[in-house]
């Protein structure tokens, strides 16, 4: 039997600590307006877990939630605003930003929300216009 990876994050400053366990249910790059608009960047380089799987080990009482739609519940450290990860609850994940887990193994499938991009990239990754068909989205691919 194997030995179950977990891969240590933390926000900005480090008062908020967390480990995610096993392995990620997808990982890729979001180009919609709200993960930019949240994240000041042109596109969002996520990493999808169960929510079982994500653990805050320290400064759980420093953690702020914003949800501007009830589709994405953000958190973010109330000590310095580094951002940590957004639960879906329709999606049953939650997305804890690749950036924050200095040693997972980012290895991107796929962008979503191509269709609302503001950078293009030219990856070989399929462009979805919006989500898989399974997450409720057209499944539609987009042109590179």
Not at 102 to 121: C, G, M, T, W
Request: aromatic share 10%; charged share 20%; with cysteine.
């Amino acid at each position: 039997m194997g030995e179950t990876k977990s891969y240590q994050g933390s926000c900005f400053c480090g008062a908020v600590q967390f480990t995610v366990s096993g392995e990620p249910a997808a990982m890729g790059y979001c180009h919609c307006e709200s993960c930019r608009h949240w994240s000041a960047g042109p596109v969002n380089a996520f990493s999808l877990w169960q929510p079982e799987a994500v653990k805050v080990t320290e400064g759980e009482d420093k953690i702020g939630t914003y949800h501007k739609t009830p589709n994405s519940y953000r958190k973010w450290c109330q000590n310095c605003g580094g951002h940590i990860f957004s639960e879906h609850p329709g999606m049953g994940l939650t997305d804890v930003y690749a950036a924050v887990i200095p040693d997972l193994p980012f290895e991107p499938s796929v962008h979503v929300n191509y269709q609302e991009a503001k950078l293009r990239i030219r990856d070989g990754l399929p462009k979805l216009k919006d989500f898989p068909k399974e997450m409720g989205g057209s499944g539609i691919t987009l042109e590179e």
